[in-house]
């Protein structure tokens, strides 16, 4: 089992900068590849990120590159998702959510076993 536990959420300006963290306790997080979902309100979970276990590949969906950077931390058991340039649409739920033993970037939720709690990022106009 593992524990996903996401921060870093908040209130944000349109063009501003959030950092969010989820860090993973339980087992080791190392042999994990990590994914960042969002859910708005009234709308479907969608992807926003992944990186594998080792951090050396990641992936983004179109609308987050050049924004978004996915990056991992094992001896910390963290994953960040530093979000720059946000705009409203932006705002939603945040999750992490976490593979064992895959080399991959998970695109689809199914795919992935944890699930963290959430983080609300709200940007305003």
């Known amino acids: 089992q593992v524990q996903l536990v996401e921060s870093g959420g908040g209130l944000v300006q349109a063009g501003g900068s959030l950092r969010l963290s989820c860090v993973a306790s339980g087992r080791t997080f190392s042999s994990y590849a990590v994914g960042w979902f969002r859910q708005a309100p009234g709308k479907e979970r969608e992807f926003v990120a992944a990186?594998?276990?080792?951090?050396?590949?990641?992936y983004y969906a179109e609308s987050m590159k050049g924004r978004f950077t996915i990056s991992r931390d094992n001896a910390k058991n963290t994953v960040y998702l530093q979000m720059n340039s946000l705009k409203p649409e932006d705002t939603a739920v945040y999750y992490c959510?976490?593979?064992?033993?895959?080399?991959?970037?998970?695109?689809?939720?199914?795919?992935?076993?944890?699930w963290g709690q959430g983080t609300q990022v709200t940007v305003s106009s």
């Open positions: 990186v594998n276990w080792s951090g050396g590949n990641a």
């Open positions: 959510a976490a593979v064992d033993h895959s080399t991959a970037t998970p695109i689809y939720s199914s795919e992935y076993d944890y």
